[in-house]
């Protein structure tokens, strides 16, 4: 009787250490991937790359190969 309640404290304190190391993993991800200001996050800049091509894509020429700003060659 006496092992068994040793090991329930110790199954709360492993526990515990596990979501202590998930959480830390979660923050450490999501200011990589997402975060913003200085040091964006990769889905932010791919996001914003997105949003620039598709903002810059002028509807009437089939000849713009460049999407950075928008033009349309003679």
Known sequence: ???LRNSKGQILVEYLLLM?????CATILTKALISRGAN???VIKMW??????????IPDCAN??????PNCPP
Do not use: L, Y
């Open 20 to 24: 202590v190391i998930a959480v830390g």
């Open 1 to 3: 009787m006496r092992q």
């Open 64 to 69: 713009q190969k460049d999407f950075s700003k």
């Open 40 to 42: 964006e996050g990769q």
């Open 48 to 57: 914003n790359k997105a949003i620039v091509i598709i903002g810059n894509d």
